[in-house]
């Protein structure tokens, strides 16, 4: 990305924006829906002059079309109420040749238990969603993950407590500090509680997507389902 502009679209409290920067873009647009964004202003504005942030909504973006060699989306498509035209509001703004890269919710994540088995976690997506406020449900989660993220991790005692104090953990999955796994562990274990809109889709659904669309050079990634492809 070095020399490009890129757009993250989404970029909650930047830590894409953190990975992204260090490859030296031309000038990174980050954008995101909620006020996370002034996280991410908080934290890399002051030292980062390259970097434009602006509290937005994907579907209706006050960015010319064409200007971007990179726009990435992480994690933001599915909880959008239509993800499809999301997705298409996005492409205007690839240049002709830029890359245009997601990733979704997988469908069948995480189930690795027979479906017949009840998992609480559906219980608590309940409360989150119904009953306890957003701001009380960020309090249990920051108060749990860090020693469930342990627990967790134990054989066989582990197999149970990952149903009951349920921890998206990136160990082994991305080389990160035991600071950002607990911190990335809270974020997404958050994110899973409370979305309104959390749509789940097949690799080949997205790769339709793309083709449908005219993107050609399509790449899957290893975590699925992750997306990219080249604009004509
Ligand atoms: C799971 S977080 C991902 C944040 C970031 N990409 C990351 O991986 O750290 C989803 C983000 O999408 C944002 N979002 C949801 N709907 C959006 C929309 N219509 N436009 C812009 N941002 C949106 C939310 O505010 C939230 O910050």
Known sequence: ?????????????GRYLEVVLKAEPEALVGIDLSEAVYVAAENLLPNNNRLMLLQCDANHLPLPDQVFDFVYSIGV??????????????????KPGGRFAIWVYGKGRGNRLPSWIPRPIYLYKFLANRIIPSGTMLKIVL???PWAIKLNRLPLIGLVTRQLFPVIDYKGR???TDEMLIEWACLDTFDC???KYARTYSVDEIIGWYKNNGFV???????LVSVSGRKL
Request: net charge positive; charged share 20%; aromatic share 10%.
């Open 1 to 13: 990305m070095k020399g490009k502009n890129v757009l993250d679209v989404g970029c909650g409290t």
């Open 77 to 94: 498509i599915h909880h959008t109420p239509d993800p499809y035209k999301t997705w298409k509001n996005l492409v205007r703004l690839v």
């Open 143 to 145: 108060s749990y993950v």
């Open 174 to 176: 991305f080389s990160l």
């Open 193 to 195: 509680f409370t979305p």
């Open 217 to 223: 050079d399509i790449k899957v990634g290893k975590h």
